[in-house]
């Protein structure tokens, strides 16, 4: 008798133990990586801008989410940050003069885009808030944060507008494509005048509308050639390098002088 109310309670507790979400499987988080086929892009004094592309993947994709298209990708290739001075033109007797001026610290000088889909149709505006994602969101802190609201926002707008305009700041909708389920590519915009230095490429995972994970990775732009020289030198050694530009400079102008000079 005592065997067979053990036996039974080993039944009930498997019973219960096998309905207990704790054993049931949870289903794999999904998450993101992206690879660069470089870690590195050299430019010459013609570079005229290209595309740079960027594979990714997905991590334990949900294949009846990829196959409805309810998986999105927001991939940035954000430049180095440097602080920038905008200034305001207003005429005064006739002449065009710089009266005010804002300073903004840590800017991203470069900042490209590719997205699935138009970025309203991704997600909703606050996450794009929260994640700082799109030329949009960027947080840009003055230098002076006693400034009144009106005059930062004022400046803020002419920064981005700028920087739209130069296409250092772009969007490329329908720049990131699925090749399967897993697997994707990014095209992303460098502008003739991008910064050299230490860029990030990051890469945002969206599911139905929610942000669920984000990957990034480095990018390397310098100068080639015989601009690299002169690059290294001016950042290695400036007060030689200046000392070297101002001499070269008078002598052109004492060489200029003696050519052109009228007996």
Same mark, same amino acid.
């Given at each position: 008798?005592?065997?067979?109310?053990?036996? $039974?309670?080993?039944?009930?507790?498997?019973?219960? &133990?096998? &309905?207990?979400?704790?054993?049931?499987?949870?289903?794999?988080?999904?998450? *993101?990586?992206?690879?660069?086929?470089?870690?590195? #892009?050299? *430019?010459? =004094?013609?570079?005229?801008?290209?595309?740079?592309?960027?594979? +990714?993947?997905?991590?334990?994709?949900?294949?009846?989410?990829?196959?409805?298209?309810?998986?999105?990708?927001?991939?940035?290739?954000?430049?180095?940050?440097?602080?920038?001075?905008?200034?305001?033109?207003?005429?005064?007797?006739?002449?065009? *003069?710089?009266?005010?001026?804002?300073? @903004?610290?840590?800017?991203?000088?470069?900042?490209? #885009?590719?997205?699935?889909?138009?970025?309203?149709?991704?997600?909703?505006?606050?996450?794009?808030?929260?994640?700082?994602?799109?030329?949009?969101?960027?947080?840009?802190?003055?230098?002076?944060?006693?400034?009144?609201? =009106?005059?930062?926002?004022?400046?803020? $707008? &002419?920064?981005?507008?700028?920087?739209?305009?130069?296409? /250092?700041?772009?969007?490329?909708?329908?720049?990131?494509? @699925?090749?399967?389920?897993?697997?994707?590519?990014?095209?992303?915009?460098?502008?003739?005048? #991008?910064?050299?230095?230490?860029?990030? $490429?990051?890469?945002?995972?969206?599911?139905? +509308?929610? @942000?669920?994970?984000?990957?990034?990775?480095?990018?390397? *732009?310098?100068?080639?050639?015989?601009?690299?020289?002169?690059?290294?030198?001016?950042?290695?050694?400036? @007060?030689?390098?200046? #000392?070297? =530009?101002?001499?070269?400079?008078?002598?052109?102008?004492?060489?200029?002088? /003696?050519?052109?000079?009228?007996?």
């Amino acid at each position: 008798m005592a065997g067979r109310k053990g036996f $039974a309670a080993a039944a009930l507790l498997l019973l219960v &133990a096998a &309905a207990s979400p704790t054993a049931a499987q949870t289903p794999p988080v999904e998450g *993101i990586q992206i690879g660069l086929s470089t870690d590195a #892009v050299s *430019i010459t =004094a013609g570079f005229s801008g290209a595309d740079l592309t960027i594979f +990714g993947s997905l991590e334990n994709p949900d294949p009846l989410v990829a196959r409805q298209g309810r998986y999105d990708v927001i991939v940035v290739l954000e430049g180095p940050p440097r602080p920038v001075v905008v200034r305001r033109k207003d005429r005064v007797l006739g002449v065009w *003069i710089n009266l005010e001026s804002e300073t @903004f610290e840590n800017v991203p000088v470069s900042y490209s #885009v590719a997205t699935t889909r138009p970025l309203q149709d991704i997600t909703e505006p606050n996450s794009y808030k929260q994640l700082s994602l799109g030329s949009a969101n960027l947080y840009m802190k003055p230098a002076d944060e006693t400034d009144s609201p =009106a005059t930062i926002e004022e400046f803020t $707008a &002419a920064l981005r507008d700028r920087k739209k305009a130069t296409g /250092l700041y772009s969007e490329n909708v329908g720049g990131v494509q @699925f090749l399967s389920q897993n697997l994707f590519r990014a095209t992303v915009r460098l502008a003739p005048d #991008v910064p050299v230095g230490t860029h990030k $490429a990051r890469a945002f995972l969206f599911k139905s +509308g929610m @942000f669920i994970k984000e990957s990034s990775a480095q990018l390397e *732009i310098r100068k080639s050639g015989f601009e690299q020289s002169i690059f290294r030198v001016a950042h290695d050694y400036s @007060f030689l390098y200046g #000392v070297f =530009a101002v001499s070269l400079a008078m002598l052109t102008g004492w060489l200029g002088r /003696l050519v052109f000079r009228k007996d």
